[in-house]
């Protein structure tokens, strides 16, 4: 198990007397202490050694999350865990909500710190699990829309680790099965994508999520993107051999020619080699084959700017915030725009709202920096 703990200092204790024995306010659970297992308790930041008489639970609570977290196998692991869910019994409703609150608002140290600790505590849950895994999917994406593509790559992976040991599970969780299925369409692995959602369906719960699951299968049917070919070819471009990826998925079209995804893949290739007018008729022919989203959008822009269309190039961006209005790549290439245009405050404007978002995004911060002087 990855750690994602703090770096947390813990020192061990006697039981004092003042705690001995059996602890009736505890909760249900018939929990006594025992006086020979020592208590691992949590020092304050900027604290040495430990005062005894500010020792609360708090610090012991956090010293057991803490132990069992780092080392779920450890001695008196189970004790611990039976001694936390004593006191705190609703621990996992309360720190899970605390995790996922924290990944919104794009603290995902902390959130990862909290499902660490969670995972600690419950080593057997399979929610837990996938919790952490769409934390990291999360804060890949936040990553990959900043432009941090290898940053955005290696959280992808961490991801992928959870997900296929929650796949692995027997049976599998239906909303791991789910929840796959989307993370593998956006690594555009459509094969897997279609194994999970079609694996899915017989177990679901919601008829929601059932329906969408197989609107998503015949749709990846229909356009043939479990193809090999397809996914080599996405694969190429990712690792940057656009070359090799452009040979795949040129051959991917000549059979499925009207598919938007493949002209969208073969524009991605194009457009990182630098030709910006074959990656811009790929990208016009994804958009009139019915692929008019933000990502396609926007790359078309990325075309336009470099080939002097600045009126269009800001029609696209300002098209692809429709559909994703806190898109932080698309915000920025429309600071960037601006400056092009000599619309310095305009440009201004644009990066701090970006740092709005994310307030430690770089290059919004070096945009900024640098107007400002």
Known sequence: MKNYLSNHRIVYLSVPESLRGKIASLGTEDFSIDPSIPLPVELPPGEEQLNLEN????????????VVAEDPEAEDAEYYRRFVLAVKPDIQKEFGEAAILKAKNGDFDLALEITQALRGLFPDSQEILLNQALILEERASRLEEAGKEQEAETWYEEAHELYRDLLNHKPPLPNALFNAGFFYLKLRNYERAKSCFLSYIPVAEE????ARAQKIIQEIENRSLDDELFKEAYDFVRLGQE?????????FLRRHGDVWNGWFIRGW????????EAAKTSFERALALGGDGCDTRN??????????????????????????????KVISNLGMLALKEGKKEEAKGFFRTVLEIEPEDPLAKKMLHELEE
């Open 299 to 328: 790359e078309l822009a990325l075309c336009y700017i470099e080939l002097g269309d600045y009126g269009r190039a800001r029609k696209e961006l300002e098209q692809a915030l429709r559909f994703e209005g806190d898109n932080i």
């Open 269 to 276: 290739a194009q457009r990182r080699l630098g030709h910006w």
């Open 207 to 210: 008829e929601r999520k059932k």
């Open 243 to 251: 070359e090799e990826g452009l040979k795949k998925i040129d051959e």
């Open 55 to 66: 020792l609360s639970w708090e610090m012991i609570l956090s010293g057991m999350i803490t």
